[in-house]
């Protein structure tokens, strides 16, 4: 069974359409490095990356807030580690995904967790947070110095907390 990893470099995973530098987007932190898995087998790069409006959930997921409210992720000009939900579930399986319904089913329960994950702050926190960002980045730029540096993640953040969560 091959495995089932992200999609075509450079391709946005919701609508399959090419992303651009000039398009808000959320590109996995192993889009082009992948990880260790448990066990010390490797994992390939997800290339994983959406636009900022395709992040989202269907049927049969619903919401019971208005204007469907939490079934897409927030609007965000930046987020420092993004992890994709193909890469969670390869960390806390720990292997790569294969073409199955049941991994099928654990990727569309992390896109769910993931959505419900960055929807704990309320939008207006969200607003605020990404000004403050885009003043920091303004100053970077302005005076050449970086203020905001996350180290690379070694590998996916994972916890009992993420297939609990899937339950």
Known sequence: MPDVTGTKPNYCVGCE?????????????????????????????????????CLQMGAPFRTRL??????????????PHFVCKVCTVRETVGREIQATAKDTALIMLERARLIDIAHYWAASTHTQYQQ?????????ANFGVKVL????????PTSPDVPAMWL
């Open 17 to 53: 359409a090419p992303s651009t530098k000039a398009q808000p987007r959320l590109r996995c932190s192993f889009y082009a490095t992948g990880f260790t898995l448990p066990g010390k087998s490797c994992a390939r790069p997800c290339y994983s990356q959406y636009h900022m409006g």
């Open 66 to 79: 208005k204007n469907s409210g939490g079934l897409s992720f927030p609007k965000l000009s930046e987020l």
């Open 132 to 140: 403050r960002l885009r003043h920091v980045r303004k100053f970077e």
């Open 149 to 156: 540096c996350p180290p690379p993640l070694p590998r996916p």
